[in-house]
């Protein structure tokens, strides 16, 4: 997992498969954010994973994005693409 620290343009440099519970990328209490996906994109495994958390962060722009949930183990996968709150 990588969490966004502090402003400032962030870009995903290949394609990512993400296997945990949780979020691939965290950005929370941070503004004026920007990350672009290249054309690359995060692949979800995880029954329970989420490719972007974003909490309590305003001015975020996301760009050139592909969040893929490819969870097979069970029917109530609850992966999500993109999550907001608070924000």
Do not use: W
Not at 29 to 39: L, P
Not at 63 to 71: F, G, Q, V, W
């Amino acid at each position: 997992p990588f969490t966004v620290e502090s402003s400032g343009e962030y870009v995903l440099g290949q394609n990512l498969t993400f296997r945990e519970e949780g979020a691939a990328i965290t950005i929370a209490y941070v503004h004026n954010v920007k990350i672009k996906f290249n054309n690359n994109s995060i692949k979800l495994i995880h029954a329970n994973a989420m490719g972007i958390n974003i909490h309590d962060s305003t001015e975020i722009t996301i760009e050139n994005d592909a969040i893929k949930n490819s969870c097979e183990s069970s029917q109530d996968a609850t992966g999500t693409s993109i999550r907001v709150a608070n924000s």
